[in-house]
């Protein structure tokens, strides 16, 4: 059992900066001058140029199209990505963490069909993990998986499912037998579901924002079959975990709202006021911090290690973060006399402010988080 929590410094190689340069070329040319039919959430258009570019699949392997590049230079382009707030929901969780799953455990067969086409961002992938009756609580799933003569048959809803209506494909967390009373992780098993099977209902979860990016999916017979289970039946725990790994520690987890600290620098970069100086510093170090934190992360991913504490740490601390940021700039410039005078900064903040609460249920609630962590300290 894991009793201390590693993060070793990372310092980026000199050739990464040049990889910094492409992507920021990148971005100028393809998502800037076309960014109000773009957009900033899901767009099939940008992930064919992300995958045009090379920016998917990186870390994959040649004989599937990818790029074998390094879990750093991957970092690299994620972080320029969201840093540019540029529409990359569309690929994201298949080159996150989809793509890497169905490498480790799929049939040959449906990795030549899949990857190469995930890479070249035609493929959405959506995660079914969460349920309604036990929200983050893997263990407590119950959406089933039963064998029969025509593959499986998956019954149950899965919850707070992001990009399900976009999506083409879901790698779903199903129970396929009771868990013993020794083992409660017993009895889970991963499935690649296709979307577009008979059965699947999706539901728009509308968030305060507006959109619907979260979703209900149900499953009602749904018949997939059986080469679409994933790796070991019944022992999908380990997997998952992993996989929740590739998810909880990526910069996506203080970048989301970092829009509005670029904002706040921009305003005090035009007030260069002794106070406004010192409040962004200070957001700037604690970027910094969680930065570090997800860089640590990456090299140990990259070494073939499963830091799910580290991740799940990453996620917890940086989440907070982030959802208490847009309240922060706006107590910081609020009190300017000539606050009223920038009405973008007002509707960035106002806007994510929107957003905000919906970021502790991506990717495991606070709860979730910390029990994980207490467990691989030994406290619990």
Known sequence: MKTFIEFDAVELPNHLHLTRERVREFLQREYLPNKSRLGSGFSPEFSRLCGDAGYIGMTWPKQYGGGEKSFLERYIVCEEMLAAGAPVWGHWVADRQSGPMLLDYASEEIKNDLIPKMIAGEYCFCIGLSEPDSGSDLFAA??????????????????????????????????????????????????????????????????????????????????????????????????????????????????????????????????????????????????????????SVAMMLEQGKAPMVEAALVKDVGTLWQQALPERVRSIVGGESDFDDQPELRRDINRMLKIAPKLTIQGGTTEVLRGIIARGLGLR
């Open 142 to 295: 119950k959406a089933a998986a039963e064998k029969t003569s025509e593959g499986w048959a998956l019954n149950g809803t899965k919850l707070w499912t992001s990009g399900a209506r976009q999506a083409h494909y879901m790698i779903a967390l199903m129970r396929t037998e009771k868990a013993t009373e020794d083992n409660r992780r017993h009895g889970l098993t991963q499935f690649l579901v296709p979307m577009n099977t008979p059965g699947i209902t999706v539901r728009p979860v509308r968030s305060m924002a507006g959109d619907s990016e979260f979703n209900e999916v149900h499953f009602d017979n749904v018949i997939i079959p059986s080469d679409n289970a994933l790796g070991e039946i019944n022992g999908a725990w380990k997997q998952a975990s992993k996989e929740l790994a590739y998810e909880r520690s990526g910069s996506e987890r203080f970048l989301e709202t970092f829009s509005v600290l670029q904002a706040l620098a921009d305003y005090v970069h035009k007030n260069p006021k002794v106070h406004l100086q010192e409040a962004l510093g200070s957001l700037v170090a604690d970027l910094y911090s969680f930065r570090q934190m997800s860089l």
